[in-house]
């Protein structure tokens, strides 16, 4: 099956720092990436939906300048949480999609962020 | 290398039980979890087990059996609502979360 992969798995970061997160698809070319938080045993918030070239669509209540998406081609999405606070700790997952609403999503291994 | 497999597609209908199976093989096992996701929707939680056994909540069951790197999803008194697809996830010994492609569930009246 398709295989969505994340960089890193993990960071540790101090509060005021930015950090990058990775999604690629590594088979298949991604038309649309989600970006998720996913907070212990609850279901997956959706943060934002990019498509490849165009702006990235925020959900209600997600800052837009401090979670940066940039999905600069059909393989790739990054997510840049700005200025990092403790309350920015989670677990974020990508996911990607090749075709229309109907396609299959493919989620990505997560990404563990922890601010100190 | 890490693998879950699931059915593509299941169809049952209105009033009945059906059962999603999940098979796994990973490196090392922290829990594993199963998903409804609705066409346009993210995922919603249903379950987490890390022990051996059902664990009932509702309508939906869900079964661990680590032994045998399986699971399975029991929906009871299907509605029309529960057409969605199912997810199956392992959090493996990284704490990294490795998913199963999803299966589609159709439910006629």
């Known amino acids: 099956g398709a295989v969505v992969s994340q960089h890193p798995s993990w960071v540790i970061c101090k509060s005021g720092t930015s950090v990058k997160i990775e999604c690629r698809s590594l088979?298949?070319?991604?038309?649309?990436m989600f970006w998720y938080r996913q907070f212990p045993k609850q279901s997956l918030m959706l943060m934002a939906t990019s498509n490849e070239g165009s702006k990235a669509t925020y959900e209600q209540g997600v800052e837009k300048d401090k979670f940066l998406i940039n999905h600069a081609s059909l393989t790739l999405s990054t997510l840049t949480v700005t200025s990092a606070h403790p309350e920015d700790s989670s677990f974020y997952i990508c996911?990607?999609?090749?075709?229309?609403?109907?396609?299959?999503?493919?989620f990505g291994p997560g990404t563990r962020l922890t601010v100190l | 290398g890490q693998n879950i497999d699931q059915p593509t597609e299941m169809t049952a209908t209105e009033g009945a039980i059906v059962q999603i199976n999940c098979t796994y093989q990973t490196s090392g096992f922290n829990g594993l979890f199963w998903y409804q996701q609705h066409a346009g929707e993210a995922p919603t939680f249903l379950s987490y087990n890390v022990l051996d056994g059902l664990e009932e909540k509702g309508r939906f069951s869900s079964f661990l059996s680590r032994s045998k790197g399986y699971s399975y999803l029991l929906l009871k008194e299907l509605q029309m609502k529960d057409s969605a697809s199912y997810l199956c996830a392992v959090l493996d010994s990284n704490y990294q979360l490795i998913w199963g492609a999803g299966t589609k569930l159709i439910i006629k009246p």
């Open positions: 996911s990607a999609r090749e075709g229309g609403e109907a396609d299959t999503q493919y």
């Open positions: 088979d298949f070319q991604a038309t649309t």
